[in-house]
């Protein structure tokens, strides 16, 4: 009876426990350092559980923890989706927990600390490939304010941040666990290897940032006004424009080479661009400045979401479209394979529109261009400012390369190649929300550029192997 109570204290503490570290160190505003033993508490607790009690806690901490976003996701996607936000990891975590609680049961210390963390990988990279929402939601964008590991995803992709973090937890888990030094010795090792590894990596390309490379002075302008955040007409657009022009009039004396705006700022028709045009490249040239806007291309029998880049010289200098759209709020546009990049004397510059970065494959392949620096004009739904903002910053260590993203309802951010925010401030549904820095344009030939997803095709190879050993020790 005591046992047995005492087995039911344990259950309640470590569910509770790894659901309180699941529930803030991960969603919207996560807090980076609690993620790291997240699951530990499950994990280690699972052997002394039977199958069906260790995958049931697994899945209820995880699950619970997961209602952290639940309030926003359900604004911006149907009941069903946040029902399967909360559901699909949790079994995903508890079938980890239990092969994890299999090895340790086995003596195979080391297989039980590789097995997490590949598992979770698989399921990640699965669904950044079927999901319209990339990834978003993956654990490693929880790190991006620890800039050591953010650097492994100029290896790694982000599959490598979030190897880490499940590596980190399993291993704690199986060392606190029952077994011998000898058992314990070999996992040990291996996690600190790898992990030293990583860190290490992560230091010593932040001491080798590049210095006095090539930069420009950008200047991020959005708006939560009223009268801005929406404009259906052509004739709304020219105000909104107009209303733009004057703040940043107001910027030129500050030297701003490069102005970037929100996409959405207004509809354009076959009618109305000629006018817009010429009001924007004539801004362009008052302004001695390039102009990055999105806009809802309206033509006859199709719509763009387009970011039109205009030119200090007076001059409609290129467009891009965007490709990867917001399901419901963007179906009436039409998605775009093309990209856009222009050559300036600081470097290239490439265009991408907000959701366009939920996708690495995209911002991989302008890496692949030479790409220095990114202008992406967004949209958020408040809430998600930091974290879709954080994708931005990943995106950019990834591919090597600076990200200036200007977004309505959100936060303004400019970023380097290292993931380090050089400027950054709330638009808070104000007038105007401005920002005015320096950033290096500045391509960086990242692994994870040239060789795209790697780490994530050899953690399911990993994956495979270890799932197999089992049944080649019974031959």
């Known amino acids: 009876m005591v046992s047995k109570l005492n087995n039911n204290t344990l259950v309640i503490l470590c569910l509770t426990l790894s659901a309180a570290l699941f529930f803030f160190g991960t969603g919207l505003l996560p807090a980076w350092q609690l993620t790291w033993l997240a699951a530990s508490p499950v994990l280690w607790l699972s052997p002394r559980l039977s199958a069906g009690t260790a995958f049931f806690v697994a899945a209820a901490a995880l699950s619970i923890g997961a209602l952290n976003e639940w309030y926003y996701l359900a604004i911006v996607v149907p ?71 953010l650097q492994i995803a100029s290896v790694t992709g982000i599959w490598g941040i979030s190897f880490s973090i499940f590596l980190f937890a399993a291993t704690a888990a199986a060392l606190l666990s029952a077994g011998s030094v000898q058992q314990k010795l070999p996992a ?14 992560g230091f010593w390309r932040l001491a080798a940032t590049p210095k006095n490379s090539p930069s420009v002075k950008v200047g991020l302008i959005a708006s ?3 009268k801005m955040l929406v404009a259906s007409t052509p004739q709304q657009t020219q105000y909104v424009f107009d209303q733009y022009g004057k703040e940043m009039q107001t910027l030129t004396s500050q030297g701003v080479q490069v102005f970037v705006l929100p996409e959405h700022s207004g509809p354009i028709t076959d009618a109305s661009e000629p006018v817009t045009d010429a009001a924007l490249e004539e801004l362009a040239k008052q302004t001695h400045a390039f102009i990055a806007v999105g806009v809802d291309r309206i033509e006859s029998k199709r719509a763009w979401n387009q970011e039109r880049l205009y030119a200090p010289n007076g001059t409609l200098l290129t467009t891009y479209n965007k490709h990867h759209l917001l399901p419901h709020w963007e179906d009436q546009f039409t998605p775009s394979t093309s990209r856009s990049t222009v050559s300036e004397p600081s470097g290239t510059w490439g265009l991408e529109i907000c959701k366009d970065l939920d996708f690495p494959r995209l911002s991989r392949q302008y890496s692949q261009d030479g790409v ?16 879709h903002g954080s994708i931005a910053i990943m995106r950019g260590v990834e591919g090597g390369f600076s990200v200036a993203r200007s977004a309505k309802k959100s936060i303004l951010y400019v970023s380097d190649d290292r993931g380090h925010v050089l400027g950054q401030h709330g638009t808070d549904f104000t007038p105007f929300a401005t920002v005015v ?10 692994i994870y550029s040239r060789f795209g997803d790697w780490f994530a095709w050899f953690d399911i190879a990993l994956l495979l192997a270890l799932l197999g050993m089992p049944f080649i020790a019974r031959d």
């Open 224 to 226: 939560d006004d009223a």
């Open 79 to 149: 009941l069903w989706v946040c029902l399967l936000n909360v559901v699909v990891p949790a079994c995903f975590f508890g079938a980890a927990t239990l092969l994890f609680r299999d090895r340790v049961l086995r003596g195979k210390l080391w297989q039980a600390v590789l097995i997490v963390p590949g598992f979770w990988v698989l399921y990640e990279y699965v669904t950044s490939l079927v999901s319209v929402h990339g990834t978003i939601g993956n654990y490693g964008y929880s790190q991006i304010k620890f800039l050591p590991i």
């Open 437 to 446: 820095t320096t950033v290096p344009v500045r391509h960086d030939v990242t």
């Open 188 to 201: 040990a090792l291996m996690a600190s290897v790898f992990l030293v590894a990583v860190f290490g990596y």
């Open 372 to 387: 220095g620096l990114m202008l992406v004009p967004g949209w958020d739904f408040f809430l998600d400012g930091w974290s």
